[in-house]
């Protein structure tokens, strides 16, 4: 099993895809028949996310293990310290190692019920992100992965005290760090900037979402923690009605965030793909970015 840092580490940009679990069979067919179209691109890896507060822990379990044994995509396992004991954390981390995964993404989560409600940690449990990074790498030789915000986290009081988070995230042994969604290149580029300027060298992927229906897009700028960019509202808000056309500038518009990324020597892009292949296959296609492995 391949970890991701070593995908990342080829000289070449690649792309990842992320999926989140299945609520039932006909959404499972639905997420394997995209996880199929997506393997032949080779991506650097995929991942399975945990769902809001938890709440799908033991499909993401499941899928990721399927992925493991019956495919030969590279799987990250997603991880969150929400309504977990640290035995419970100990006993999902071992069902991973058991399984073959060896990457694992290591956020706190949000809280069950209201993303935006008050954090209280379960009695048993941790605290903090970096407390489950430190756990990881305590329990196996796990390459583990943290969450970055390009517009800093919902609680944290300002942007320097957010980038303090990701730091001790890292300095507890996080090998890279997937960004959240943003709509415009400056806000990613600019964390990754000062992350180095504080003299620490991370793989920082930046989360890219293509935008093919309103629907999309509003999940974009709620996942972001930012207001709509006046730039995309303007090029998009006016093809609201025009399914078409719409998802044919979302695309385009996407595919121009990839270059400018890529152009700044960015290494990988990720892709959160609502279970589709289609437009993840298409701006992957626009980029040049497959296959990845020669």
């Known amino acids: 099993m391949t970890s991701v840092v070593e995908r990342l580490s080829g000289g070449t940009p690649v792309f990842s895809v992320e999926f989140f679990p299945p609520r039932d069979d006909a959404d499972e067919q639905v997420l394997w028949r995209a996880i199929r179209e997506l393997e032949g691109l080779d991506p650097a890896f995929v991942s399975i996310t945990y769902g809001a507060g938890g709440s799908s822990r033991d499909r993401t379990i499941r899928t990721t293990g399927r992925v493991v044994q019956e495919t030969t995509l590279v799987a990250m396992a997603h991880l969150t310290a929400v309504s977990h004991s640290v035995a419970e954390l100990r006993n999902v981390i071992g069902w991973y190692a058991a399984v073959g995964v060896r990457n694992i993404l290591a956020v706190r989560g949000d809280p069950p019920g209201d993303p935006h409600g008050e954090w209280v940690p379960h009695p048993d449990g941790l605290t903090y992100a970096e407390e489950l990074v430190r756990l990881c790498r305590e329990l196996g030789d796990f390459c583990v992965g943290v969450s970055a915000f390009p517009y800093g986290h919902p609680r944290s009081g300002d942007l320097d005290t957010d980038l303090k988070h990701l730091i001790n ?21 600019r964390l990754r900037d000062r992350i180095a300027a504080l003299g620490h060298e991370t793989h920082l992927l930046p989360g890219l979402m293509p935008l093919t229906t309103p629907r999309t897009l509003a999940k974009c700028v709620e996942l972001s923690g930012a207001p709509l960019p006046v730039s995309v509202a303007r090029r ?29 020597g960015v290494p990988a ?3 959160y793909t609502f279970n589709r292949s289609k437009a993840t296959r298409e701006v992957v296609g626009r980029l040049g970015l497959v296959p990845a492995r020669t």
């Open 169 to 189: 995230k890292l300095r507890a042994g996080a090998d890279f760090a997937i960004a959240q969604l943003f709509l415009e290149p400056e806000h990613f580029l």
């Open 236 to 264: 998009l808000e006016p093809l609201a009605d025009d399914p078409k056309a719409f998802r044919s500038a979302g695309v385009d518009l996407v595919t121009e965030m990839g270059e400018r990324l890529l152009a700044e």
């Open 269 to 271: 892009l990720h892709f």
